[in-house]
């Protein structure tokens, strides 16, 4: 079998490409598996910080995660069409109770958060072993300025979110039919 770049693909080559294939055929095979793909970011979050808890380090690689994955967060409340940036032809918010529903459709899907986020902590992980990323810092302060920049960022997208009635969240299928009731076959209740 021929890679890529034909029969003249050097070996190492080759063998990367191999092992990128056999990482996008796992990576693949996680897609259905939302909450178990979760837990292993959790898992590999708490360990992280629990790292760098240890170390007393490493402060300035924390700050730089918090902001990257404030970036992604704002890309997954985001819909793929800002109403207020660009007018589009396509499906758009609705903005009154009257308009048709339009799904809401993310600017980053949740794999691909998902993905980003893990792929985020695994190198903050990896670079907490090398102490040229220590910076000495004042943490608290960057702790303080990463709340101040967290609370005005959802500020601006939860008013966002108003504005354009749109909740970015699947509560799930919503059940529609008659309460049922602990009635008796006489059609009185059983206390």
């Keep these: ?28 095979k996680t897609t259905p598996h939302s909450v ?20 007393q380090g490493f402060y300035i690689i924390t700050y730089a995660l918090g902001i990257y994955i404030l970036n992604l967060l704002i890309g997954f409340l985001s819909p793929l069409v800002d109403p207020e940036v660009e007018p589009s032809d396509g499906p758009l918010l609705p903005t009154k ?8 459709i993310r600017r980053l899907p949740e794999f691909k ?6 792929k985020a902590f695994l190198i903050a992980f990896v670079m907490t072993f090398f102490r040229v990323f220590d910076v000495p810092v004042f943490w608290p302060i960057l702790l303080f300025y990463w709340i101040v920049l967290f609370v005005l960022t ?12 749109y909740v ?22 059983a206390d």
């Design 1 to 28: 079998m021929e890679g890529l770049g034909g029969p003249s693909e050097s070996p190492v080559a080759q063998k990367l490409h191999e092992a990128w294939r056999i990482y996008q055929f796992y990576l693949d």
């Design 36 to 55: 178990p793909r979760w837990v292993g970011t959790f898992v590999l979050a708490v360990l992280y910080f629990i790292r760098v808890y240890y170390v």
């Design 97 to 104: 109770g009257s308009d048709e529903f339009k799904p809401f």
């Design 113 to 118: 958060f998902w993905h980003s986020i893990t």
């Design 154 to 165: 959802m500020k601006r997208q939860i008013a966002h979110m108003i504005k354009y009635r």
């Design 168 to 189: 970015p969240f699947n509560i799930g299928k919503q059940k529609y039919g008659r309460k049922r009731h602990a009635a008796g076959p006489s059609g009185s209740r």
